[in-house]
């Protein structure tokens, strides 16, 4: 794996571009690894954002049963193949991920489980979580490796400084673990970051219930929006509201909540119910 990544590299001489996160890694402990952490058996479907050229694609096929590799660089189809020449469960798809309709890439019915599987590219790293979160998928498990202080943003628990929208996000959606740290020489080129493997098990059912789920992220994102405001003051900026100050304050009082608190220190289901009242009386 890791050796043939770099030979795969010299032999296409492949040039490869920092401003679409090819940090390929070459540790094969590394790479089983991850596996481990999503736990990849012959009954699951894995798809795979990002394989470059195959680093982890090859593990991923000799344990899953099915494995669907999403590559955006054209330049890098010709070694990926070669080096999973010996497969034939794996299928290439040389698109953008944002642009795939997950759904659609596979028939229904046939999997254990469905899994994601990425080393993501970190220039594009939220909007892709973001895009596996929100849309209407059958996705059981993620396991991504990320920049290490992303990976704090998505567990960080509230009130501590990486809690943010994307904690409420992750933790919304899906159950988040750290699994470990990778050093940067476990790639080439080295990226200038450290990193973390983060497991997420996604939710079966939502932790609370939301009248309105978009106009919950509404709220959690003006609260987060302006961090040394008040959460009185940041909800009072907040224009689709059109609620005085003392309207503000009666809603968290009713709700238990300090006037003076700040959106950071309040839970998934804090920012629940104060959505809902919002929401209602809105
Ligand atoms: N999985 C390989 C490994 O671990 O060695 C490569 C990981 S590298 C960090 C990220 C990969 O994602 C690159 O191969 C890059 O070309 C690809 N990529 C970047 N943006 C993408 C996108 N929008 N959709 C699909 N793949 C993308």
Known sequence: MGGNTKKLIQKYNLKLTKS???NFLTDDNVVKKIVDVANVSDNDLVIEIGPGVGSMTTELAKRAKKVIA??????????????LC???NVDIVNKDIMDVNINELYDKGQYGSIKVVANLPYYITTPIIMKLLEEENDINLMVFMVQKEVAQRMTAAPGKKDYGALSVAVQYYTKPEKAFDVPPHCFVPQPEVDSTVVKLNVNEAP????INRDFFF???????GQRRKTLVNALHNFKVLEKTKEEIKEILNQLGIDENARGETLSISQFA???NLLFKSS
């Open 20 to 22: 679409l996160g090819q």
């Open 70 to 83: 999403v590559e955006i660089d054209k330049r890098l189809i010709p070694a990926l193949q070669e080096n």
């Open 86 to 88: 010996e497969f034939s």
């Open 207 to 210: 932790p609370v219930q939301l």
């Open 218 to 224: 509404k709220v959690v994102k003006a609260a987060f």
């Open 273 to 275: 119910q104060l959505s």
